[in-house]
Structure formats: structure tokens, C-alpha cells
């Protein structure tokens, strides 16, 4: 996956940043050594003399010149960390001290990324996928299916709960495994509180982890956005907002239905689920209502677009939520695996 300009550029300006922070440090340093040692100072000027005289004899054609610089500077180096030392300083006093060693804070080692830019990249995208916190208690090591009944059978499909579930999970996890290579769109529809966001947050800590960019909104909140886009004041950052919408590697629209619908909610979600279509970016909504809600709501081609290029996943059964409270107050939970 590659990062967006912008990306890019924020990542960079952070290691230009730190290089700036190291760089006013070792000034500091320098400003303390001096004044606790000046004995340190006339050193430096030494090593500076030296050099430009011994410069002016490697140019007068003096080849013994570069070998006794190295000498000499090899010696008064010695003496400086042993100066250093004297008073309880560390002998590397006086040296840029970097964050990251590897790389000497750059990002890059050679033109590879180091593992600090790698690292960064995914902080970046936890950071801007909205998704930070709760992710690291819903994924798929958290995922139990215990919840999940074998004797609630659903009246649409003839299916299982527990069957459902198992279905929608095998359905998830191809979609990660492919996810370079193939566009996918998933749509997770059913009953209350029993684990669409839940699934889709599985899916974007694979994704985020594997460093690819992921959105997370509620319907309200993406609908907001555009709004403010379509009818506030125009600016950089509500273009670059809507921009990071239809370019990322996963939009996830949760609770579709629960913002308050009207023509302009179901237009701007034509154009966004179309636009993304038109890119291959992939897209995961959750919602509570029932297919032909859908369409009613969002019209026959919003539906159509759906229809024809997203998995539907059904999900049923008892609400998770009152399960676990139930179990929190010292109840069973009804389920028969």
C-alpha cells in the first residue's frame, strides 16, 4: 500500500522534526560541556586549526598530510573523552544522539524503509482510522462464538446463528487474505448487537497492521462531513477530508440507517459507495436494516451498486451486549453452541 502525499509528508515532517530536536540538543550539550569544561572548547579549536592546516598540506601535494590528521585528530578525540569522563560525563557527550540509531532518524536505511518508518506508518494509520482504542479489544483473538446459538434459527435463511457467524468469519478472513489483490466489499446486515462493528473492527486491525489505510465513521459522522464539505466553509482540510474518504484502502460505514435520512444522505452515499467502486477501494457498512429497507431508503441503484459488488453477510441471534450483562449479574445466557 502506498501512503497518500500527505501521508507522506506528515511522516517526513516528523523526522525532520526530531532530526531539528537532536540537532538544538547537542547545541545545549555543547553549551554545558563548554561551560563545565573549557578546556573541551580550546580542544575543539585545535582539531579545527588542525584540520585546515593539515587541508592546505594535502593541497600543497603533502600525502603524508590525511594520515597524520587522522592521527593527531584520533588523539585530541581521546583526550576529549577523557575530559568527558573526568566529569562524570559519558565520552559520547558530545555525539548526536538519535532516536532511532538504525537509521539516524531519517526514516530510511539506504533506500529501504527502516523498521522505526514501518512502525510510524501504522501508528499513522491507527491514528487516522478512528479506530485506535477500540481495536485493541475487538479483533479476532477477542472474537468468541460462545454468543452464538446452533437453536436460533433464523425464519429468511433456515440457518443457524452459530452457522451464520462461522459463514460471515470464513467470509473475513478471505477478504484480508486477498485484500491486495482482489476488490472486495462486504455488507453486514441483521439483528441488533451481534457483532457487525464487531467483525469490521476485526478486519481493520489486520489491515491496519499490514499497513494498509483504514477509515472507520458512523453513518452520522460520514454524513456530517460531507455536509460540511457540500455546505461550510470551504477549505483545505474539508477537501482533504473527503478526498481520504474515497481514496482509502478500507472505508468502514457503521450504523448505516440510524442517521437521519433524507435527499441529500442518499445521494452523497451513491456517490461515495460509486466513486470508490470506480477506484477499487474497498468498502465494509454494517446496518440494522433488512435489504429492502435499504433500498427503499437509498434508492434502486444505490441498492443496484450494492447488490452487484459487495458479499452480504447476515448476521442473527440474541444481542451480545444483554448477554454479557446478563453474565455480568451472575445470569446464564441462553445458548446452546
Known amino acids: 500500500m502506498a501512503l497518500s502525499n500527505s501521508q507522506y509528508d506528515q511522516l517526513m515532517c516528523t523526522y525532520e522534526q526530531r532530526q531539528l530536536d537532536n540537532e538544538y540538543q547537542l547545541r545545549r550539550r555543547y553549551e554545558k560541556a563548554y561551560s563545565l569544561i573549557p578546556a573541551l572548547e580550546e580542544l575543539d579549536h585545535s582539531i579545527s586549526s588542525l584540520s585546515v592546516e593539515k587541508a592546505r598540506s594535502l593541497l600543497d601535494g603533502n600525502q603524508g598530510a590525511l594520515s597524520s590528521l587522522k592521527e593527531d585528530v584520533r588523539s585530541l578525540s581521546q583526550r576529549k573523552s577523557q575530559l568527558l569522563e573526568s566529569h562524570g560525563l559519558p565520552k559520547d557527550y558530545l555525539e548526536l544522539h538519535y532516536t532511532c540509531p538504525d537509521c539516524k532518524d531519517t526514516g530510511y536505511i539506504g533506500t529501504k524503509k527502516c523498521h522505526c518508518f514501518k512502525k510510524a506508518i501504522v501508528d499513522l494509520l491507527y491514528t487516522q482510522s478512528n479506530l485506535q482504542e477500540i481495536l485493541g479489544k475487538e479483533n479476532f483473538s477477542t472474537c468468541s462464538l460462545g454468543f452464538y446459538s446452533s437453536?436460533?434459527?433464523?425464519?429468511?435463511?433456515?440457518?443457524?446463528?452459530?452457522?451464520?457467524i462461522q459463514t460471515a468469519l470464513k467470509a473475513c478472513h478471505e477478504f484480508i487474505d486477498t485484500f491486495s489483490t482482489e476488490f472486495q466489499n462486504i455488507l453486514l446486515y441483521g439483528d441488533t448487537g451481534v457483532g457487525k462493528t464487531f467483525l469490521s473492527h476485526c478486519i481493520a486491525k489486520e489491515l491496519i497492521d499490514a499497513s494498509f489505510s483504514v477509515i472507520y465513521f458512523t453513518a452520522t459522522q460520514l454524513f456530517d462531513i460531507f455536509a460540511e464539505s457540500a455546505f461550510g466553509r470551504k477549505d483545505t482540510k474539508d477537501s482533504d477530508a473527503c478526498e481520504h474518504i474515497y481514496d482509502c484502502d478500507l472505508l468502514i460505514i457503521d450504523d448505516l440507517g440510524t442517521e437521519l435520512p433524507n435527499s441529500f444522505t442518499v445521494s452523497q452515499l451513491f456517490i461515495c459507495l460509486n466513486e470508490r467502486i470506480l477506484r477499487q477501494k474497498s468498502t465494509i457498512i454494517s446496518t440494522n436494516l433488512?435489504?429492502?429497507?435499504?433500498?427503499?431508503?437509498?434508492?434502486?441503484?444505490?441498492?443496484?451498486?450494492?447488490?452487484?459488488?459487495?458479499?452480504i453477510l447476515r448476521l442473527t441471534g440474541d444481542d451480545i451486549r444483554i448477554q454479557k450483562k446478563l453474565l455480568n449479574l451472575g445470569g446464564t445466557k441462553d445458548v446452546t453452541p
Open 151 to 164: 437453536n436460533h434459527i433464523d425464519p429468511l435463511t433456515g440457518r443457524s446463528s452459530l452457522e451464520a
Open 290 to 311: 433488512a435489504l429492502e429497507d435499504i433500498k427503499s431508503i437509498y434508492s434502486e441503484r444505490t441498492f443496484s451498486r450494492i447488490s452487484s459488488n459487495y458479499t
